[in-house]
């Protein structure tokens, strides 16, 4: 009994770390335990599972699922013979990491590309229009410059993420398989 409880209190320890810095890339902790409870597991839990390991609700469990699996880190497995949903992490960490922050960064780079892009036509047209008085048409070619060299950052983080996912990053950052 001793065994098992040193080998519970050693794993959630691990769990308790994972929810904690999940936590710092916008995934609850809820969420992050139940990585952790799938990272530990020897096979695939269903809902009720994570459910009854982790004590929280079915909702909160299918919330937390529903976001591992929008950043590729859990996959719904199949199982001959059950009916309900399986789940179980995706063993390539390097791939989750990739797929995170790829997820993540794109998102907003496309926002905020957007949101400049738009901003710098409507500042082309105010520095443009002769009405506009000569203290606003420099404020608009300075905002327009700022934005135009912002807009160059998102284009080298877009090439970064490329490399991501075409693993050209490894290239320059190889993972290092030691094997003792």
Do not use: H
Not at 157 to 170: A, G, H, V
């Amino acid at each position: 009994m001793k065994d098992t409880e040193a080998l519970m209190r050693t794993r959630n320890m691990v769990i308790d770390a994972l929810a904690q810095n999940m936590n710092l890339y916008g995934i609850t902790p809820s969420a992050g335990r139940l990585y952790g409870l799938l990272f530990f597991s020897d096979k695939p839990l269903t809902l009720d599972d994570m459910k009854e390991e982790l004590g929280m609700s079915k909702t909160s469990m299918s919330t937390s699922v529903r976001s591992l699996l929008e950043l590729n880190m859990v996959e719904k497995v199949w199982v001959k013979g059950e009916r309900k949903d399986l789940y179980t992490i995706k063993e390539d960490w390097y791939q989750c990491f990739f797929d995170f922050f790829t997820i993540k960064w794109r998102t907003a780079i496309t926002t905020n590309t957007s949101a400049m892009e738009k901003s710098i036509t409507k500042l082309q047209e105010l520095a443009n229009d002769p009405k506009t008085s000569e203290d606003i048409r420099e404020q608009a070619i300075i905002d327009i410059k700022k934005l135009e060299d912002r807009l160059e950052y998102y284009e080298w983080q877009n090439r970064l993420i490329d490399s991501f996912e075409t693993k050209d990053i490894l290239n320059f950052i190889p993972i290092d398989n030691k094997k003792d």
